[in-house]
């Protein structure tokens, strides 16, 4: 069982950046993000393989959101750029155990964080 930890979330202006993070306690392969605001479905954010060869964005985020990875620190990140009210959500950190592609359906991945709450308001 690998335990995920996000950070980072906060209040933010329209416009502002912010960097999540996620720490794993164990090996992880693909790792994803998501997010899900009031009364909304979970839905993905972005996601990279276990060498960062590949990532993979929601059409909303492409151009703004930069997500990486630190397999020394066992550790994802999740840069945010150019935030909008759209933007906010709670983010979850998720990971797969085993190597697979980078999916964009939750319920392909094995592990998930507690999650950060992320707001953006003027």
């Known amino acids: 069982q690998v335990q995920l930890v996000e950070s980072g979330g906060g209040l933010v202006q329209p416009g502002s950046s912010l960097r999540l993070s996620c720490t794993a306690s164990?090996?992880?392969?693909?790792m994803g993000w998501f997010r899900q605001a009031p009364g909304k479905e979970r839905e993905f954010v972005a996601a990279?393989?276990?060498?960062?060869?590949?990532?993979r964005y929601a059409d909303s985020v492409k151009g703004r959101f930069t997500v990486s990875r630190d397999n020394t620190k066992n550790a994802l990140y999740l840069q945010m750029n150019a935030l909008t009210t759209e933007d906010a959500a709670v983010y979850y950190c998720?990971?797969?155990?085993?190597?697979?592609?980078?999916?964009?359906?939750?319920?392909?991945?094995?592990?998930w964080g507690q999650g950060t709450q992320v707001t953006v308001s003027s």
């Open positions: 164990g090996r992880t392969f693909t």
């Open positions: 990279v393989t276990r060498a960062s060869t590949n990532t």
């Open positions: 998720a990971s797969t155990r085993t190597w697979t592609a980078l999916n964009v359906n939750p319920n392909e991945y094995d592990y």
